[in-house]
């Protein structure tokens, strides 16, 4: 099993900035890709930023140039800069992990932090 705990969400004013942190624990050998995805009351869940083992990174096309998805290996821990927040930055923000393990490939997901983006 896997855990995966996120933090640092919050009430900001438009133009602010917050930083996530999503740390995983638990059994597995290797976490292969970690994720941020958001979701707002009544939309689909959203590409926010993926990082992979090699340290590549995507980003959703609403946060491009704002946020910035980096990771700490050692502590198995990614994070979210989020720059210039925006009203419709506001969501529960959802993070993941690909892990590998004895058992094979497995995605799990963190019970997410809430991000409020006032105007």
């Known amino acids: 099993q896997v855990r995966l705990r996120e933090s640092g969400g919050g009430l900001v004013q438009a133009g602010g900035s917050l930083r996530l942190s999503c740390a995983a624990s638990?059994?597995?050998?290797?976490?292969?890709?970690m994720g941020w995805y958001r979701q707002a009351p009544g939309k689909e869940r959203e590409l926010v930023a993926t990082i992979t083992s090699s340290d590549t990174t995507t980003y959703g096309d609403s946060v491009k140039g704002r946020f910035t998805m980096s990771r700490d290996i050692a502590k198995d821990t990614v994070y979210l800069q989020m720059n210039s927040l925006k009203p419709e930055d506001t969501a529960t923000y959802l993070c993941?992990?690909?892990?590998?393990?004895?058992?094979?490939?497995?995605?799990?997901w963190g019970q997410g932090t809430q991000v409020t983006v006032s105007s």
């Open positions: 638990g059994s597995y050998t290797r976490i292969n890709a």
């Open positions: 993941n992990a690909l892990t590998v393990s004895s058992f094979g490939p497995r995605l799990y």
